[in-house]
Protein backbone atom coordinates (compact mmCIF):
# COMPACT_ATOMS: atom_id res chain seq x y z
CA UNK A 1 0.00 0.00 0.00
CA UNK A 2 1.78 3.60 -1.30
CA UNK A 3 2.24 6.03 1.86
CA UNK A 4 3.12 9.42 1.33
CA UNK A 5 4.55 12.00 3.80
CA UNK A 6 5.45 15.25 3.73
CA UNK A 7 8.07 17.23 5.93
CA UNK A 8 7.72 19.76 7.70
CA UNK A 9 4.17 19.92 8.19
CA UNK A 10 4.15 23.68 8.90
CA UNK A 11 6.65 26.15 7.78
CA UNK A 12 7.04 29.67 8.46
CA UNK A 13 9.36 32.34 6.80
CA UNK A 14 10.18 35.90 5.62
CA UNK A 15 9.32 37.57 2.20
CA UNK A 16 12.29 36.53 -0.11
CA UNK A 17 13.65 33.45 1.30
CA UNK A 18 14.34 30.21 -0.64
CA UNK A 19 12.58 27.61 0.98
CA UNK A 20 12.12 23.34 0.40
CA UNK A 21 8.81 21.30 1.00
CA UNK A 22 10.09 17.63 0.80
CA UNK A 23 7.62 14.43 0.13
CA UNK A 24 8.22 10.82 0.35
CA UNK A 25 6.51 7.70 -0.56
CA UNK A 26 6.54 4.02 0.26
CA UNK A 27 6.37 2.60 -3.35
CA UNK A 28 8.57 2.96 -5.54
CA UNK A 29 6.66 2.06 -8.93
CA UNK A 30 5.27 5.08 -9.40
CA UNK A 31 3.30 6.81 -12.77
CA UNK A 32 4.24 10.32 -11.51
CA UNK A 33 4.28 12.79 -9.22
CA UNK A 34 2.19 15.75 -8.87
CA UNK A 35 2.65 18.66 -6.47
CA UNK A 36 -0.88 21.08 -5.40
CA UNK A 37 -1.33 24.24 -4.21
CA UNK A 38 -4.79 24.29 -1.82
CA UNK A 39 -5.62 27.81 -0.51
CA UNK A 40 -8.15 27.34 2.87
CA UNK A 41 -11.23 25.83 2.07
CA UNK A 42 -10.34 25.57 -1.69
CA UNK A 43 -10.30 22.96 -4.58
CA UNK A 44 -6.32 21.87 -5.55
CA UNK A 45 -4.05 23.74 -8.42
CA UNK A 46 -1.79 21.85 -10.04
CA UNK A 47 1.83 23.39 -9.84
CA UNK A 48 3.92 20.72 -11.46
CA UNK A 49 4.13 16.86 -12.49
CA UNK A 50 6.99 14.87 -13.33
CA UNK A 51 6.47 11.86 -14.54
CA UNK A 52 8.23 8.65 -13.31
CA UNK A 53 11.14 8.64 -16.06
CA UNK A 54 11.46 12.52 -15.26
CA UNK A 55 14.25 14.14 -12.61
CA UNK A 56 12.94 17.27 -12.26
CA UNK A 57 10.25 19.84 -13.69
CA UNK A 58 10.27 23.87 -13.79
CA UNK A 59 7.86 26.69 -13.50
CA UNK A 60 8.74 29.52 -12.71
CA UNK A 61 9.79 30.23 -9.32
CA UNK A 62 8.88 26.66 -9.39
CA UNK A 63 10.90 23.67 -9.12
CA UNK A 64 10.30 20.00 -8.57
CA UNK A 65 12.36 17.12 -8.19
CA UNK A 66 12.39 13.51 -8.11
CA UNK A 67 14.29 10.40 -7.47
CA UNK A 68 12.56 7.41 -7.79
CA UNK A 69 14.55 4.59 -6.51
CA UNK A 70 14.92 6.82 -3.09
CA UNK A 71 11.29 7.33 -2.74
CA UNK A 72 11.53 11.18 -2.69
CA UNK A 73 10.92 14.39 -4.24
CA UNK A 74 11.49 17.80 -3.70
CA UNK A 75 9.40 21.09 -3.91
CA UNK A 76 12.04 24.03 -4.35
CA UNK A 77 10.28 27.46 -3.81
CA UNK A 78 12.92 30.59 -4.58
CA UNK A 79 12.16 33.78 -3.58
CA UNK A 80 9.09 33.38 -1.45
CA UNK A 81 6.30 35.79 -1.52
CA UNK A 82 3.03 36.55 0.52
CA UNK A 83 1.14 34.78 -2.07
CA UNK A 84 2.42 31.68 -1.76
CA UNK A 85 0.83 31.40 1.36
CA UNK A 86 -0.61 27.89 1.39
CA UNK A 87 -1.01 24.33 1.58
CA UNK A 88 1.19 22.23 -0.59
CA UNK A 89 0.56 18.62 -1.15
CA UNK A 90 2.36 16.09 -3.10
CA UNK A 91 0.60 13.00 -4.61
CA UNK A 92 2.01 10.17 -6.37
CA UNK A 93 0.04 7.60 -8.85
CA UNK A 94 0.72 3.89 -8.71
CA UNK A 95 -0.30 0.69 -9.33
CA UNK A 96 -4.05 0.01 -11.44
CA UNK A 97 -5.57 1.76 -10.02
CA UNK A 98 -5.04 5.57 -11.61
CA UNK A 99 -5.94 7.25 -8.08
CA UNK A 100 -3.88 9.64 -6.63
CA UNK A 101 -2.57 9.32 -3.14
CA UNK A 102 -1.85 12.15 -1.08
CA UNK A 103 0.42 13.50 1.41
CA UNK A 104 -1.22 15.34 4.68
CA UNK A 105 0.27 18.41 3.07
CA UNK A 106 2.93 21.47 4.31
CA UNK A 107 1.27 24.89 5.29
CA UNK A 108 3.97 27.07 4.11
CA UNK A 109 3.14 31.03 5.92
CA UNK A 110 5.55 33.52 4.16
CA UNK A 111 5.83 36.60 6.43
CA UNK A 112 5.96 40.29 5.25
CA UNK B 1 -10.58 26.81 -21.72
CA UNK B 2 -13.49 25.94 -19.52
CA UNK B 3 -11.87 24.15 -15.71
CA UNK B 4 -13.67 21.18 -14.03
CA UNK B 5 -16.83 22.54 -12.16
CA UNK B 6 -18.70 21.61 -9.53
CA UNK B 7 -22.07 22.03 -7.62
CA UNK B 8 -23.75 22.89 -5.21
CA UNK B 9 -20.87 25.06 -3.79
CA UNK B 10 -22.12 24.35 -0.32
CA UNK B 11 -24.78 22.05 0.82
CA UNK B 12 -26.07 21.37 4.05
CA UNK B 13 -28.45 17.82 5.19
CA UNK B 14 -29.16 16.35 8.09
CA UNK B 15 -28.19 13.25 9.11
CA UNK B 16 -29.93 10.60 7.10
CA UNK B 17 -30.81 12.13 4.20
CA UNK B 18 -29.53 11.59 0.80
CA UNK B 19 -27.01 13.98 -1.17
CA UNK B 20 -25.82 14.43 -4.20
CA UNK B 21 -22.97 16.32 -5.46
CA UNK B 22 -22.32 16.89 -9.84
CA UNK B 23 -19.23 17.74 -11.43
CA UNK B 24 -18.37 18.55 -15.06
CA UNK B 25 -14.98 18.05 -16.51
CA UNK B 26 -12.82 19.67 -18.35
CA UNK B 27 -13.91 19.11 -22.50
CA UNK B 28 -12.01 16.49 -24.03
CA UNK B 29 -11.59 14.52 -20.31
CA UNK B 30 -13.24 11.29 -20.24
CA UNK B 31 -12.02 10.32 -16.83
CA UNK B 32 -13.28 11.40 -13.58
CA UNK B 33 -12.36 11.00 -9.98
CA UNK B 34 -13.77 11.89 -6.72
CA UNK B 35 -12.22 12.25 -2.93
CA UNK B 36 -12.78 13.48 0.08
CA UNK B 37 -11.02 15.27 2.26
CA UNK B 38 -12.75 15.36 5.81
CA UNK B 39 -11.21 17.41 8.67
CA UNK B 40 -7.95 15.86 9.91
CA UNK B 41 -8.06 13.00 7.47
CA UNK B 42 -6.05 14.48 4.36
CA UNK B 43 -7.49 13.70 0.90
CA UNK B 44 -8.82 10.23 0.08
CA UNK B 45 -9.72 8.65 -2.85
CA UNK B 46 -13.26 7.47 -3.31
CA UNK B 47 -14.24 6.76 -7.14
CA UNK B 48 -13.09 6.68 -10.27
CA UNK B 49 -14.98 6.81 -13.72
CA UNK B 50 -13.81 6.26 -17.25
CA UNK B 51 -16.13 6.31 -20.63
CA UNK B 52 -18.95 5.61 -18.29
CA UNK B 53 -17.43 3.30 -15.90
CA UNK B 54 -16.70 2.57 -12.39
CA UNK B 55 -12.96 1.98 -12.69
CA UNK B 56 -12.30 2.02 -8.82
CA UNK B 57 -13.27 2.96 -5.93
CA UNK B 58 -11.63 3.67 -2.42
CA UNK B 59 -12.43 1.89 1.20
CA UNK B 60 -15.67 3.67 1.55
CA UNK B 61 -19.58 1.85 2.21
CA UNK B 62 -21.53 1.26 -0.31
CA UNK B 63 -23.30 4.33 0.49
CA UNK B 64 -21.09 5.95 -1.71
CA UNK B 65 -22.16 5.64 -4.99
CA UNK B 66 -21.97 7.50 -8.07
CA UNK B 67 -22.45 7.57 -12.09
CA UNK B 68 -20.76 9.16 -15.41
CA UNK B 69 -23.26 10.32 -17.71
CA UNK B 70 -22.75 10.08 -21.75
CA UNK B 71 -21.53 12.99 -21.71
CA UNK B 72 -18.61 12.93 -19.42
CA UNK B 73 -19.89 14.67 -16.56
CA UNK B 74 -20.56 12.50 -13.37
CA UNK B 75 -22.65 12.42 -10.17
CA UNK B 76 -22.09 11.43 -6.77
CA UNK B 77 -24.35 10.23 -4.32
CA UNK B 78 -24.23 9.59 -0.63
CA UNK B 79 -26.98 7.73 1.50
CA UNK B 80 -27.90 7.78 4.70
CA UNK B 81 -25.80 10.84 5.81
CA UNK B 82 -23.81 9.92 8.35
CA UNK B 83 -22.44 13.34 10.65
CA UNK B 84 -18.64 12.19 9.19
CA UNK B 85 -19.44 12.60 5.78
CA UNK B 86 -18.78 16.17 6.80
CA UNK B 87 -16.26 17.27 4.03
CA UNK B 88 -15.08 18.84 1.31
CA UNK B 89 -15.45 16.68 -1.96
CA UNK B 90 -12.86 17.24 -4.96
CA UNK B 91 -13.86 15.78 -8.25
CA UNK B 92 -10.77 15.73 -10.77
CA UNK B 93 -10.96 14.75 -14.31
CA UNK B 94 -7.87 13.58 -17.11
CA UNK B 95 -7.82 12.33 -20.30
CA UNK B 96 -7.96 8.59 -20.59
CA UNK B 97 -6.65 6.27 -18.61
CA UNK B 98 -3.52 6.45 -19.85
CA UNK B 99 -1.59 6.37 -16.26
CA UNK B 100 0.98 9.42 -17.22
CA UNK B 101 -2.48 12.00 -17.37
CA UNK B 102 -2.11 15.06 -15.14
CA UNK B 103 -5.55 15.09 -12.84
CA UNK B 104 -6.82 18.68 -12.53
CA UNK B 105 -9.43 19.40 -9.73
CA UNK B 106 -12.12 21.48 -9.72
CA UNK B 107 -13.07 23.93 -6.58
CA UNK B 108 -15.16 21.32 -4.75
CA UNK B 109 -18.25 21.11 -2.68
CA UNK B 110 -18.97 21.68 0.91
CA UNK B 111 -20.73 18.92 2.90
CA UNK B 112 -22.20 19.84 6.43
CA UNK B 113 -24.02 17.22 8.05
CA UNK B 114 -26.10 18.19 10.89
Known amino acids: KQEVTQIPAALSVPEGENLVLNCSFTDSAIYNLQWFRQDPGKGLTSLLL?????REQTSGRLNASLDKSSGRSTLYIAASQPGDSATYLC???????????FGTGTRLQVTL | EAGVTQSPTHLIKTRGQQATLRCSPISGHTSVYWYQQALGLGLQFLLWYDEGEERNRGNFPPRFSGRQFPNYSSELNVNALELEDSALYLC?????????????FGPGTRLTVT
Open chain 1, 91 to 101: AVRSGTASKLT
Open chain 2, 92 to 104: ASSLGLGAGNEQY
Open chain 1, 50 to 54: IQSSQ
